[in-house]
């Protein structure tokens, strides 16, 4: 299987690009976090210690899902490009303790429009980054460290990150980095905030296969099932639309990877 960083990228990159050289210097994230979301007890699932690595994958997730909707006035290539962003800086808004940096070779779910270039380019950056990096901490200096890092490594990979300055990593990254307390309900509530009424049944099944999994294999079935019902439910917006496929292609992508690479 070849390296994941030999996957061609080019025909969603373009788009990227394009959008990307358009936005401010200081593009402000507008965090999901502060969206008022009333959420009934019944709605909620309970808690339960989940494995290390699912942890990450939603941080990982939920910063696509900031960085989509932060670049979603920039068209189809600001939110690719926001994603992949915004998807990189949930994962350094955490310590990640390098173990081996190993490729898990992730299958693309051909349903997913963005699985094989939004989640593909998440791993191919997120694996530069913690070989590169033993050890990240939280309380990094990101406007003079970590930021310029993340960006430079996008770049690498085919992002065109020109206009997405740091302050955009840092506040992804800081907006993210509130959930570790409660990956799972924070999961919940961020992600309803962007879904049709017609979504909520599915979703909540979503959520519990989530919060039951054992294996990275049960995480990865009950995505790509949530993909194929946020493609069939007309009342999304194209926008949300596509900043949730886009959370859920780097969901499927980080999965995988930290279930490799990181502490159970």
């Known amino acids: 299987m070849k390296s994941i960083a030999t996957i061609r990228y080019s025909t969603f990159i373009t788009a990227a690009m394009v959008a990307a050289s358009t936005?401010?210097?200081s593009v402000p994230v507008t965090s999901i976090a502060s969206t008022s979301l009333s959420l009934t007890a019944s709605s909620r699932v309970s808690a339960r210690k989940l494995p290390k690595w699912v942890g990450t994958a939603i941080k990982d997730a939920l910063g696509a899902l900031e960085g989509a909707g932060a670049g979603a006035s920039l068209g189809p290539g600001g939110i690719i490009g926001g994603a992949v962003i915004g998807g990189i800086a949930g994962s350094m808004a955490l310590e990640v303790k390098q173990l081996s940096g190993e490729n898990p070779g992730v299958i693309p779910d051909r349903n997913n429009p963005f699985d094989a270039s939004v989640g593909a380019m998440h791993n191919a950056i997120m694996l530069d980054c913690i070989n590169r990096w033993p050890c990240v901490l939280p309380t990094i200096n990101w406007r003079t460290c970590m930021g310029p890092w993340v960006l430079a490594d996008a770049t690498k990979h085919g992002v065109n990150v020109s206009k997405f300055k740091v302050d955009f990593v840092a506040n992804i990254a800081s907006s993210i980095a509130s959930i570790d307390k409660d990956p799972i309900g924070n999961f919940q509530s961020r992600v309803q905030a962007i879904l049709p009424k017609s979504s909520l049944p599915g979703f909540g099944v979503l959520v519990r296969s989530i919060s039951n999994a054992s294996?990275?294999?049960?995480?990865?079935?009950?995505?790509?099932?949530?993909?194929?019902?946020?493609?069939?439910?007309?009342?999304?917006?194209?926008?949300?639309?596509?900043?949730?496929?886009?959370?859920?292609?780097?969901?499927?992508?980080?999965?995988?990877?930290?279930?490799?690479?990181s502490q159970k």
């Open 23 to 25: 936005c401010h210097a």
């Open 215 to 261: 294996t990275s294999g049960d995480v990865d079935k009950a995505i790509a099932v949530e993909v194929r019902r946020a493609l069939s439910d007309r009342g999304f917006t194209e926008t949300n639309r596509n900043s949730y496929l886009c959370c859920l292609a780097v969901f499927h992508y980080s999965n995988n990877l930290w279930s490799k690479n």
